[in-house]
């Protein structure tokens, strides 16, 4: 989810899935580190950055 709505991709369904969320945090990468910031609206550990992630789809920005 959090990459749809930083990509703008519309998904359609997006209050159903956020309400299927766990209630522990989740790494956006599990392969990193725990290192990053911890964004409650999608549960989600972000240890990745956001300019990483946005060159690697197509250099949006």
Do not use: C, W
């Amino acid at each position: 989810m959090y990459l749809a709505d930083l990509l703008e991709i519309d998904l359609g369904q997006r209050d159903e899935l956020i309400d299927a969320f766990t209630s522990g945090y989740s790494k956006l990468d599990p392969t990193r580190g725990d290192e990053g910031r911890h964004v409650s609206e999608y549960r989600l550990l972000v240890n990745v950055p956001e300019d990483e992630i946005t060159t690697v789809v197509g250099g949006r920005s």
